[in-house]
């Protein structure tokens, strides 16, 4: 097969794949790690990206190294995306050392400063405001980056949502707010949670622009948070992106999702997974070759396997542990321990 050297929406051929493979990569990671839970490997809640990749590879992939991101507690996808190792999230999901918060943040606080990645946030809302007061910093210290932010639609009804977007448009800070519509927040349908069709009316309500993007699309999404950094950069404030989208899984491993028909998931699965329509465009382009796949493929599942040997082997944090990287009263005084 002929491959053309064409782009979409300026990408070139190589990054398009690169694109294709961290979605791949997303999409493997968490299946792979369903299965370690149900081994008992993992503990507590988690929840997982399946079907949310190409708005977490999408969005991510516009942002320049400096640039942040905070989310909320179905962040794994998203960590993979900004830089974290693979190996150091899937160790954090087995609570062991070697874990990217060394084993004490587990699958709903994925963090690391190095690449910017600031954390998943279980208080729904929570990283709406903390993500203003980011910005707001990186405004007022000259710094050169935007923050980017991912919530669910669950997350717009909280008052942490309107007080962060006044606040963000008032003041015209570098945010990209990213609602990842998946039409249910935890089990309650979107259409019986809102007031209102979509957001629209109230990123009007702050002045804000406002975008509705396919989820399910990655160079939709792309293109969609491309316009929305800009923006941010170029000192006009920030955006909301409504994306909507779809989780194949429940809201959690230990969600059952009664609340929706097994006939509409699997409709979504068969008729807009993102990987598979991708994979599709793709092919149509004559961008792919059939042994780029398989190696592809290959990688991917070496990658997540050995992402799991290595959490396996990584060892469980030690007790004085307990007692590093937290704000303690010494003598009435608060300080940072670290560790020695």
Known sequence: MAIRQVALAGLSREQLLGMYEEMLLIRRFEEKAAEEYTKSKIGGFMHLYIGQEALGVGAIATLNKEDKVISHYREHGQAISKGVSPRAVMAELFGRIDGCSKGKGGSMHIHDEDVGMLGGYAIVGAQIVLACGLAFAAKYQNQNHLIMTFFGDGAVDE?????????????????????????????????????????????????????????????????????????????????????????????????????????????????????????????????????????????????????????????????????????????????????R
Request: glycine fraction near 4%; include cysteine.
């Open 159 to 339: 008052g942490a949502f309107h007080e962060g977007l006044n606040l963000a448009s008032l003041w015209k800070l570098p945010v990209v707010y990213i609602c990842e519509n998946n039409q249910y927040s935890m089990g309650m349908a979107v259409q019986k949670a809102w007031s209102v069709s979509d957001l629209s009316t109230r990123a009007a309500a702050y002045s804000m622009p406002y975008e509705k993007v396919d989820g399910m699309d990655l160079i939709a999404v792309y293109e969609a948070c491309k316009r929305a950094t800009e923006r941010a950069r170029s000192g006009e404030g920030p955006t909301l992106l409504e994306c909507k989208t779809y989780r194949f899984r429940g809201h959690s491993m230990t969600d059952p999702a009664y609340y929706r028909t097994r006939d509409e998931a699997e409709r979504w699965r068969a008729s807009q997974d993102p990987i598979s329509l991708f994979l599709e465009r793709l092919r149509e382009g004559k961008l792919i070759k059939d042994d780029e796949l398989k190696a592809i493929e290959d990688r991917v599942d070496a990658v997540v396997q050995d992402a799991v040997d290595f959490a396996d082997a990584s060892p469980e944090p030690p007790m004085e542990e307990l007692y590093t990287d937290i704000m303690m009263d010494d003598a009435n005084a608060i300080s940072w321990r670290y560790p």
